[in-house]
């Protein structure tokens, strides 16, 4: 069983909103910092957002700030990430990260395919 595992992808048009979830049976979340990805295909994974384990500190990178909002629901064990105004170009496979900050392993889930499209 993956580590972790994303959820929530699918196909929208232009202007419209997915909410991603990332959920563990492995880990407590909240116990670590999470981040999120995507990749599209012929480029580099690259990284979209990430939230600190309080959930009081968040990053965005430039392409996705105002229109992207990562956040944890302890209670359900997830981080989600709240896409609104999607755009063609966030077309891409999105995945969540945790890293050990102890054994400095990544673990990554498979993906979660988000296809923006009219």
């Known amino acids: 069983q993956e580590p972790l595992v994303e959820s929530g992808g699918g196909l929208v048009q232009p202007g419209g909103s997915l909410r991603l979830s990332c959920g563990s049976s492995?880990?407590?979340?909240?116990?670590?910092?999470i981040g999120w990805f995507r990749q599209a295909p012929g480029k580099e994974r690259e990284g979209v957002a990430c939230?600190?384990?309080?959930?009081?500190?968040?990053y965005y990178a430039d392409s996705v700030k105002g229109r992207f909002t990562i956040s944890r629901d302890n209670a359900k064990n997830t981080v989600n990430l709240q896409m609104d105004i999607l755009q063609p170009e966030d077309t891409a496979v999105y995945y969540c990260?945790?890293?050990?900050?102890?054994?400095?392993?990544?673990?990554w889930g498979l993906g979660t395919q988000v296809t923006v499209s009219s």
């Open positions: 939230i600190s384990h309080s959930g009081l500190s968040t």
């Open positions: 492995a880990f407590t979340l909240n116990k670590y910092p």
């Open positions: 990260n945790l890293r050990d900050g102890v054994t400095k392993h990544d673990y």
